[in-house]
């Protein structure tokens, strides 16, 4: 499986911004796909997941009630839609995509860069 995300840029805190990760390559094989990020000088951190159905959606604590992910299983893409921005979600995402609901990521897109000014 191969994903491609785009869609980061420079954004005014309190404002939005649609990220998108298309996957391309073996993508029946996908069960569960997810955002990740890493803000400047600091680890990898998980965002939010969602299973391969729709059914099932995570978020981490720091972005409950202000993103939201989805998938467009016809365009293989999943989304990850974020509003009230705030300086503190600058970082770098990356989508990641596994063929279980547990254990590791495998597949790993590029990332891509999102800044939020104060």
């Known amino acids: 499986v191969q994903l491609q995300a785009s869609g980061g840029g420079l954004v005014q805190a309190g404002g939005s911004l649609r990220l998108s990760c298309a996957a391309s390559g073996r993508t029946s094989s996908i069960a569960d796909m997810g955002w990740f990020r890493q803000p400047p000088g600091k680890e990898r951190e998980f965002v939010a997941a969602?299973?391969?159905?729709?059914?099932?959606?995570y978020y981490a604590d720091s972005v409950k009630g202000r993103f939201t992910i989805s998938r467009d299983n016809a365009k293989n893409t999943m989304y990850l839609q974020m509003n009230s921005l705030k300086p503190e979600d600058t970082a770098v995402y990356s989508c990641?995509?596994?063929?279980?609901?547990?254990?590791?990521?495998?597949?790993w897109g590029q990332g891509t860069q999102l800044t939020v000014s104060s």
């Open positions: 990641a995509a596994r063929r279980s609901v547990v254990g590791r990521y495998e597949s």
């Open positions: 969602i299973n391969w159905s729709g059914v099932s959606t």
